[in-house]
Structures are given as structure tokens and as C-alpha cells.
């Protein structure tokens, strides 16, 4: 197998994007290209989850393509959802480590913000079980709320906890030009204020508003390639481990749940690949569209043991300069979750921590970093660890 | 409107799936048979939903997770504002949804 890196990356502000989607994702795509300084690419794999209902577009991978004129390129389209960028970029890792292509672009990307906050909520919601869960109206808020509720009675989660994850992660992005949400609440604001039922509203109990990640277009690009290739304009930040498991559809069928148990598992994958552990790690992009997913994929990647995440939060552990640095780009729940985008923009923030061009949300000589991308609610899990060295 | 919804039962080892799955989450054997689930159980956890999805015309909906008496849980809605972990619950079928005009069939639980 050969050794594969990440030579390129380009990401663009999520948000509110104007144009369209295949132009969007071209845009971050020659970014990356021109960031590895290449021209050409022998493939190229798209993480999007929602084109043909969001934007009443499919065969994504082959337009993009053709938008940035990269014929006769192979291309594919990989769906799955909220952790399309993260296969994305785990399919791209066999074809470059394989040797079947030697270098490939990873564009993820996604423009939410074309149809209303209840069809965006729809839309999410088919990721559940047809007839054991979506037909209830069970969204993905929905079984967070549930999550947290048994979270809290175990573990002795508080409402305080939550909040300070969302404020930790809101003052993470204030450093991060490229993160949707460029202001931070206060505490008073969300949780001890009279007007913060109002400012702060409940969505999925005992979830509020600020419990929860924006609704974001957004799109981010990645080029691999292998040393063996050859040199490119940017240093390589090599790919040490991949770890991919899945779990039960329905959150119901899992044996405790609050375990997200394809974390644990995905993890081990790849901390076993990376012959690393958690304690190597440096700094970790855990994907957080609720507050609670980022306490508890805290404790599952072994940072800390189960039911001590919201303690080590408190400790200011999980905060840039603490211990262990979660969400320096403030996570999906301050930069956004454009959700086919959201995989690869998570690994571009570590390229970019790994080389130290992180700027003021840099964390100090960071040699490891890790990613978790999460699928449905845990049922399909991708971990990646990123390392200076090879 | 179907008034009743089955459990699946594993011909081998006896397990009770819900939903339908066709091979055994417990011995991977792939012969099931249709099983009365029981109609009591016990709410393990819930949330009161504000933002709802395409298709709703309330404001809130109360949504459970319940561990029927022969130990299957099913997801459903609940059917009393006063939700507490660990509340003994009725389960009744009723309509849960229209989906293109049509009414659709699921768990709801009552408090007892």
C-alpha cells in the first residue's frame, strides 16, 4: 500500500451562497488544485448528500467535472450522509494508496439554504427509519433530544455543560474566517436570562436553539496524492489511519443508547492503522450538530473515559490552549454544516493546523490531528488520523 | 387503517426485532415469524420536538423511546405532556402522520 497525503486544500466561508452548487464546489476545487499547485487530476470523488433534493440536480461528480473542464477524469459521487465527505475522502485514500489513481481531488459540498428551515429538517429527517422512526415526525433534533435527556441522567450532563460547548466552539470561530457564525452568546444571554426562553428557545428538549449547528451552504476540496508521485508545492500531511463503522438505523435497537458505538469502533480502526493512540492526538475536529455529540465523541475516541467529557470541558481541557483542542474551526457548530461538505472541511482544518497555518486559532506544534465524521445519528462513522510525519 | 403493528421473531434463537430486518441482529439466522408485541411498557427517554418537519400542522410533537414488557423497544409518539424516564406507558396504534393525504399508522403511548 502506498503512503498516501493531503497536498491541497480550499474551502470557502459557509453560509449563504448565491450561485449554484456545482459552481460552488468548482470554486473550492481549484482552490485546493492551485493550493497543491497541480492542473490536472486523475480522479475525482464528491461527498453530497442532498443535490437531487435540495437543488433538483444529480450526477454531481460528473458536472463539477465538467465545470472545471478536468475530462476525461474518473469521477463518482459518494452519498452518505452527514459522512459523504468523510467516505469521500476514505475512497479517495484506497484509490491513491492502491495505486490505481495518483492524483485525485475530494470536493464536498452542499447548498442548503435553497428551500425552507422545515423541508432542510424534512430532508435530514429521511436519514432516519421509514417506518420505525421518520413516520413519527423523529428528526434528527429529535433523537439528540433524546440522547441528551439519557446523557444527563447518567452521566450528569447540564444544561450548563451544553452551553459551554457552544460558547467554547462560537469563540473558536471568531478566529476562523471561514466559519459561518462569526459572533459568540454569553452565557446569561442563552441560559440565566429572562428573555432567554425567547433568545434561546427549546427545539428538541432539553436542546435549545444554541444546542444546535446553523443551517449552512458550504463546500470544501482536498487533493491526495502519494510521495511516490512526486513533489508538490505544499508539504505533505500524511493520512495515517482510517477507521469506517456503522451501527443500527433505528437509535432504539442499540444495547445502550448513549453509546455511540460506531465512534468507538471506527476509532480503534483507526488509531490501529496509525499504530497511534488518543493520547497522541493533538487536536481533534469531532463532529458536533448538537452539543451533546461532541461531549460524547470525546469520551468514545478515549480522550476521556465515558460519562467524563463534560468534565474535562469544564476543566477548559477541550479549549484552544487546553490539553487536547476540540473544534479549533468552532465544529459544525459554529463554522456550519453544509452536511455533504462538512467531512472534508474537517480534515482541511486539521491539513491546515498540521502545517501551522491555522493562524490565530492555531494550535501549538501540532503533529497529530483526528477527525470524526458521523452519519445519521452514529450509524455510520468515519475516523481519520492526519500526522506531520510519515 | 392497520390496527396492530408485529414483532418479528428470529426462528432460531428467539430474538423479537422491530423493525423487520431479514437476517438476525443476534444469530444471523434468516427465518422470522409475525409475534404479538406487548401493548405495556415503560418510557426510557423523550423529547418534546419544536421544530417540525414538512407536513405537520401542531406546534409540538412528544416523541419516546419505550421498552416494551418483553424487553423490544420501539420508538413513538407520547400522548401526555408529563413525560418522565422510567413512566409506565399503555401502547396503542393510532395515526401518526399523513404522508400524501394518507393516514399513517404507529406506536403512541399513553400514560396509564
New interface residues.
Given amino acids: 500500500m502506498r503512503k498516501v497525503a493531503v497536498y491541497g486544500c480550499g474551502m470557502n466561508q459557509f453560509g449563504m451562497y448565491e450561485g449554484g452548487l456545482v459552481q460552488m464546489m468548482a470554486e473550492v476545487s481549484l482552490a485546493a488544485m492551485d493550493d497543491a499547485g497541480v492542473d490536472k487530476v486523475d480522479a475525482v470523488f464528491v461527498g453530497n448528500m442532498g443535490g437531487g433534493i435540495l437543488n433538483h440536480q444529480t450526477g454531481i461528480a460528473s458536472a463539477l467535472v465538467d465545470c472545471l473542464s478536468l475530462y476525461p477524469a474518473a469521477a463518482m459521487l459518494i452519498e452518505n450522509g452527514p459522512a459523504s465527505g468523510g467516505a469521500a475522502v476514505s475512497a479517495a485514500f484506497m484509490a491513491v494508496a492502491s495505486g490505481l489513481y495518483d492524483t485525485v481531488l475530494v470536493t464536498g459540498g452542499e447548498k442548503m439554504r435553497t428551500v ?4 432542510v ?2 430532508f435530514v ?1 429521511t436519514l432516519t ?1 421509514p ?3 421518520y ?5 434528527l ?2 433523537l439528540a ?3 441528551t ?2 446523557y444527563m ?1 447518567k452521566y450528569g450532563v447540564t444544561a450548563e455543560h451544553l452551553a459551554k460547548v457552544a460558547i467554547k466552539n462560537h469563540l473558536h470561530a471568531l478566529h476562523n474566517p471561514y466559519a459561518h457564525v462569526q459572533l459568540a452568546p454569553v452565557m446569561e444571554a442563552i441560559l440565566g436570562s429572562e428573555d432567554a426562553l425567547v433568545v434561546n ?7 435549545r436553539f444554541y444546542d444546535l449547528c446553523p443551517v449552512s451552504d458550504g463546500a470544501a476540496a482536498l487533493i491526495l496524492s502519494s510521495p511516490e508521485v512526486g513533489n508538490f508545492k505544499k508539504p505533505p500531511v500524511f493520512i495515517k489511519g482510517i477507521g469506517h463503522a456503522t451501527d ?1 438505523h ?4 442499540r444495547k445502550d ?1 448513549t453509546d455511540l458505538t460506531a465512534v468507538r469502533l471506527a476509532a480503534e480502526k483507526a488509531y490501529k492503522m496509525a499504530d497511534l493512540g488518543p493520547k497522541d492526538v493533538m487536536v481533534a475536529e469531532l463532529h458536533d450538530p448538537f452539543t451533546i455529540l461532541e461531549i460524547a465523541e470525546s469520551e468514545e475516541v478515549g480522550f476521556f473515559p465515558k460519562g467524563e467529557g463534560h468534565l474535562a470541558l469544564e476543566r477548559g481541557d477541550t479549549s484552544l490552549g487546553g490539553s487536547i483542542p476540540i473544534n479549533p474551526s468552532g465544529g459544525l457548530k459554529a463554522k456550519g454544516h453544509p452536511v455533504g461538505a462538512t467531512g472534508v472541511a474537517q480534515i482541511c482544518e486539521l491539513v491546515w493546523q498540521l502545517r501551522g497555518e491555522a493562524g490565530k486559532r492555531q494550535v501549538k506544534d501540532a503533529k497529530v490531528g483526528l477527525a470524526v465524521n458521523l452519519g445519521g445519528f452514529g450509524n455510520n462513522v468515519v475516523v481519520t488520523i492526519l500526522a506531520r510525519e510519515e | 387503517m392497520e390496527s396492530k403493528i408485529m414483532g418479528y421473531q428470529c426462528q432460531k434463537c428467539g430474538k423479537i ?4 430486518h431479514l437476517r438476525c ?1 443476534s444469530c444471523g439466522a434468516r427465518d422470522f415469524e409475525l409475534c404479538d408485541l406487548p401493548d405495556e411498557g415503560v418510557l ?13 400542522d401542531v406546534r409540538t ?1 412528544n ?3 419505550v421498552e416494551l414488557s418483553n424487553g423490544v ?5 407520547v400522548l401526555t405532556d408529563n413525560m418522565k ?1 422510567g413512566m409506565k406507558v399503555k401502547v396503542t396504534v393510532g395515526t ?2 399523513e ?1 400524501m393525504g394518507e393516514p ?1 399508522a ?2 403512541q403511548f399513553l400514560a396509564t
Fill in positions: 425552507s428551515p422545515w423541508e429538517t424534512d429527517a427509519h417506518e420505525a422512526e413516520i413519527y415526525g423523529i428528526t433534533p429529535a433530544g433524546m440522547f435527556r439519557l441522567e428557545p427549546y427545539v428538541a428538549d432539553p436542546l443500527t433505528t437509535v432504539h435497537e443508547p | 426485532h422491530y423493525p423487520f441482529s426510557l427517554t423523550f423529547t418534546r420536538l419544536s421544530a417540525l418537519p414538512e407536513g405537520y410533537l416523541l419516546g423511546i423497544r420501539v420508538t413513538g409518539q424516564i401518526v402522520r404522508i399513517v404507529g406506536f
